[in-house]
């Protein structure tokens, strides 16, 4: 399917590097955002702008219904999330999928499946990859016995999040109660998901990174490996 419109569902350089792609492409863009993005760079950049909502992203770009509302309003064939936001929410590309809005990016079965670090790790143990130790945690006693375990340091990390964003370090754990909690909220308002987990520091380590793309058709190439 050729895209002649995309919704850009999100901001900052991260929209104006899509939009300067599309425009490349000869790909009409139109920018979903927020009341505070919409003097904004990205905005000048893309042929059309609408609002999605208030300022606070858990009022617009968070907002899944609203964001594919607005591609079926604007008569746009996808909608590409950039990257944080909604780009790992399975919501988002279900619903993509249910209202025939191409989701610029993987599945919601695929997103479920990795999208979610605790379902992660999981998906990872059954197949048999070693994974770093760490668990799920909901309350403050639960976290403080699993911390005795594991040993500080180690990090309170965001469930549904990325990018750095809900990530802790702890090195002491009398400080875990209030780090938790600072962890859950950021996560909650950067995702819309305030679930957190621990898992050991791994001081020395590094995050390698292979980056897939496939064209929805059974064609996949990765990208090779980096530094993340």
Known sequence: MALRRILIANRGEIAVRII?????????????ASTADLDSVPAKLADR???IGAARPGDSYL?????VHAALATQSDAIHPGYGFLSERAALASLCEAQGVVFIGPTAAQIEAVGDKLRARSEAQAAGVPVVPGCAVSTIDEAMTAARDI????LVKAVGGGGGRGLKRVDRLEDLPSI???AAAEAGAAFGDARVYLERFIASGRHVEVQILGDGKGRVIHLGERDC
Do not use: H, S
Request: charged share 25%.
């Open 20 to 32: 300067r792609t599309c425009r490349k492409l000869n790909i009409e863009t139109v920018l979903a």
């Open 49 to 51: 702008t609408i609002c």
């Open 63 to 67: 907002k899944v219904d609203t964001i």
């Open 151 to 154: 040993g500080v340091p180690l």
């Open 180 to 182: 938790m909690e600072l």
